[in-house]
C-alpha cells in the first residue's frame, strides 16, 4: 500500500467536552455527538428573538416595522419627521395594466437650495434598496448612501443644484409598496401590488416635479438601478429632462443580471415565512432575506477585489473556541475563509432592513426594464418626445430599418454590435438631444462594460452626438459607485459643469 | 399633470376566474383574490409526492435512494451491477485528521485493456457531481458525462488506453461518503463524516490502483474538481503520474467561487429538511437541493452565451393560460424568462438526484484546496517526490526562496503575477518532472482564464518544462469541457500521443 504517509505527529483529538462547543465536523470522525452548526441555528436564533418581539408588541406589527430594524433612517407613519411625502390623489398609469395604481405617496429629500426660475433640480434616482437619504440632512444626521457625492462644494454641488431624491414605488420607506396599506381592503397589498416598472417609478416622480412646479430638471442622475431610471426619465420626458448620467446600468437587462436576481427572489420566496407575500402579520422571512443578500453581494464586488481583500484568510478563531496559537485547523462546513464570513455579516445585517416583498418587485422591475422599441411598443406606455404615429410606422422589424438610425463621424460603428443594438437606438431614439453622461467599470459583473458601451452605442446610432463616455478600471466592481468618489465624482463634475 | 398618456387601448383585465388560473399578480391591483405562485407552490408538491412515496416504503429509505432517483446510473447495493466497488479494509489516512477513515469502498467504472505491463492506464478524476460513469459500458448503455471523449478513434481512445473512472470519497455513487453507513453505528455518517480532502480522494483512488496492480499511469486527466485531483495526484505520487491533464480547474481555490459554493451550501443547509445533515430517515432538503443547483448553474456557462441563448425571450405560455395570441402578456413574480424557466429546470431536475451533504463535503474539499507551499505545509500529507527535509527548510516565507523557484527560457515570468505566485510554485515544485496540459477557457467564470495562466505559470516557475498552455475561446463558459469535442478533445488527444 502506497497511501502517503502522515507527515506531521498526530494531532491532538478534541475533547469530548470540545468537540460539543466546536462547529460542525470538528469532532473525531466515530465521535457519537452530533456537530453544531452555529451559521444554521443562527437562523433559528433570529426566528426565536423575532418572535418574542413580536409577542411582546401590543398589537401585530405595521409594515413599517419590516423596514425601521436596519440602519437606515427610520421613518415613523404616518408623520414622518427625516423625510417628506407628497401623496397625489390621483391614479397613476401603469405599464403592465390598464387599471391605474389609484393614488400613492412618494417619499423624498432635498439638498440645496432651489433656484427662483426652478431650474437647478436635480432628480437623484436610487438602486434597488437604498432609501431617499443619499446624503445627511438637519432632520437626519445619518450619513446617506452617496454622503461624499452630494454637498456643498462636493461633484453634486449643492452650492449650485437643488437636489431631490425619492423612494421608489415599490419600495419600502416611505413609498407606496407591497408593505402599503391598500384603501380598498386596509390591509397591506402584500403580492395583489400590481407589478411595477422603471417607467412607473419615473412617472411618480415626475408627479412630485408638478407638484413642486419644477417644470425641466438640469439633470437626471442615477446609478445602478437609478441609471436606468435616468435613462426612463429621458425617454418618458425628453423635453424636461437637461441631461442625463447613467452609471453602471443599462438600458436592457442582460440574461445573467436576471439570473442572478432570480436566484435571490427563488430563496427568499422559498422561505415558508414568505407565505406568498403575506406575512405582514406575522414574521418576516428573515432566512430568506439573508441568503438572498448574500448572492446578491457576490455580485457587487469582484473576484480581484476579494483576492485582495481576503485572499484565503481563515476567519479569527472566537476565544471560545479551543485552538491552541500556531497549530494547524480542522475546518468546519460553516465558515472557514473570510470570504464566507463576510457574505455571512453582509447578510445577516441586511436581512430585517428592508422588506421582502419590495425586493422582489423591484428586481422584477430591473428584469422587466428593456428600452428596445420592439420591447417598448408593447408597453402602456410612450414617450412624449415622439409622435405615436412615429413609433407606429417603425414597429414590424427594427433591423430592417437602419435608415432609423445613424452614427456620428466621431463615434463610428462599434465592431461585433450585438444584434439588437439596431433596436436599442430605434427605442432609445427620444434620447437623441439629451446630453448624456455614461460611465462603467470594467470589473462589473452585474452590469457589465460591454452594457455600458451598449448603451452608448445605442444613444449614438440614435443620433445622439453629445454622448460621454467613460470606462474605469479597478476593482470595486459593481459598488464602484459608492466608493470611487474621484473618478465617478470627477466625472459627474465635470459632465454637470 | 404630465404622466405619460396611455398609448395602447384599455388592456382587458383577466376575468375572476383567469385571474386566480394565472400566475401571481395577473390579478387586477384590487382583486380581493390571492395570487398564485406555482414555481412556490412545486416546492410543496414535490414534499408531498416524496411523502407519499415515503410513506408506501415498508422501511425507512436507504441512502442510496437519495441518489437513486435521477438519470444517473442506478445503484443497487451492496450488489452493484453496472459498476465495481473495491473495497479497502484498511485505513484511509486523512488530512485534517489524526484519525483516520477505518476503511472505505470506492466505485469505478473502466474502458479499454490493461496491458500485459499495465503501462496504460489513464485515471479520470470527475467533477463535483458526476458518477464513475464517464461513458457508456456493456453493463450500463446509459451515455456518460463525457461520452464523446472517451472510446475507440475518440479523444481519450481505448484502443490505446485503459480508463478507469471513479466516484469520489465523499461522493453518494457507490463510494464511501456521508450517506454510507458507518461500522460502529450501523447508521449513516451525516455529518459526523470528516472533512475530506482533493488529496484524500486521490489517495484512496491510488490505493484502487494498488489492488488492480498499476504502478504507473500513463495519464492522470480530469477537468473542473477532477483537474485539482490531477494535479494533486501528480504532487502526492510524482514517481507514479506520466503525465497531467488540467482542464479548468485551478491549484488555489479563488475567493469569488469560494463564494459561489458557499452561497449553495448556505440555501441547502437552511433548508429544514436538511436538519443538520441527519435527514436519511426523513425527507431530503430537495428544497434547498433545488435553489443551490440553480445558483450553481449560474456558474457553468456564460452572460454571452445565454445573451445568444435566451436574449430576453419570454417563456411559453401553457394553452391552459389566458393569452390571445399577439396581445402583450402582464409579467408575474415566477418566472417570465427563459432565462428563469432554464434555471428552474435545472434545478428541479438535480434536487433529487445527488446527496445534499455530498454536494456540502465535496464543494468545501474544492473550497479547502490550496497548493501553495504554506498552505500544504500545514496538512497532514506528503509528497512522496520530495524528501520532507527539503520541505522543513523552505518553509517560514516563501516568497522570501527566489532561489526555489525558476522558469525556462521559453517562458519568462508573466507579468503582474499574483503575489502567492511564488508560494504556489514553490508548492508544485514535486510536480516539475511530469508533462502538463493546462487548457482554460476564456469565458469561464468559475475556474477563470487567469487561473488557468497561473497554474501553468506556477509549474513554469517551479521548473516544468513541459507545459503545454492553451486558451479556448467561445461563450460556453465553464461547461465547454463537456461539450468541445473538437477543441477540448484535440488537446488531449494530441497531448496523450
Known sequence: MSLARLKLPARRLPTRAACV?????????????????????????????????????????????????????????????????????????????????????????????????????????????????????PANSAPGWWENFIGPGKPIDTNTFFVICTNVIGGCYGSTGPSSIEDATGKPWATRFPIVSIFDMVNAQFALLDHLGVQKLYASVGCSMGAMQSLAAGWLH????????????????????????????????????????????????????????????????????????????????????????????????????LIETYLDHQGESFCLKYDANSLIYISKAMDLFDMTLSALESLNIQSSGVHPSALDSASSDPTQQPHRT???????????????????????????????LVLGVQSDILFTVEQQREVADALRMGGNENVSYYELGGVWGHDTFLIDVLNVGGAIRGFLS
Open 21 to 137: 462547543r466546536l462547529s460542525s465536523t470538528a469532532c473525531p470522525p466515530s465521535s457519537p455527538n452530533r456537530p453544531l452548526f452555529p451559521c444554521v441555528d443562527a437562523h433559528a436564533a433570529r426566528e426565536s428573538r423575532l418572535m418574542a418581539s413580536f409577542a411582546a408588541q401590543s398589537s401585530p406589527h405595521t409594515p413599517g416595522d419590516v423596514c425601521d430594524t436596519g440602519p437606515e433612517p427610520p421613518y415613523a407613519r404616518p408623520n414622518p419627521t427625516s423625510y417628506h411625502i407628497y401623496h397625489h390623489r390621483h391614479p397613476l398609469p401603469l405599464t403592465y395594466y390598464s387599471t391605474p395604481l389609484p393614488s400613492f405617496d412618494i417619499a423624498y429629500e432635498t439638498w440645496g437650495t432651489l433656484s427662483p426660475n426652478k431650474d437647478n433640480v436635480i432628480l437623484l434616482h436610487t438602486g434597488l434598496s437604498a432609501s431617499s437619504h443619499a446624503a445627511s440632512t
Open 238 to 337: 425628453p423635453q424636461r429632462v437637461g441631461k442625463i448620467v447613467s452609471i453602471s446600468g443599462t438600458a436592457r437587462s442582460s440574461p445573467s443580471a436576471v439570473a442572478m436576481r432570480f436566484a435571490q427572489r427563488s430563496v427568499l420566496m422559498a422561505d415558508p415565512n414568505w407565505n406568498n407575500g403575506f406575512y405582514y402579520d406575522g414574521l418576516p422571512p428573515h432566512t430568506g432575506m439573508k441568503l438572498a443578500r448574500q448572492i446578491a453581494t457576490i455580485t457587487y464586488r469582484s473576484g480581484p477585489e476579494w483576492d485582495q481583500r481576503f485572499g484565503r484568510q481563515l476567519r479569527p478563531l472566537p476565544d471560545t473556541e479551543e485552538h491552541p496559537p500556531g497549530s494547524p485547523r480542522t475546518p468546519v462546513l460553516c465558515p472557514d475563509l
Open 406 to 436: 445613424s452614427h456620428s463621424k466621431s463615434h463610428p460603428p462599434p465592431v461585433n454590435p450585438p444584434p439588437y443594438l439596431p433596436d436599442l437606438a430605434a427605442g432609445m431614439q427620444p434620447l437623441k438631444n439629451i446630453p448624456t
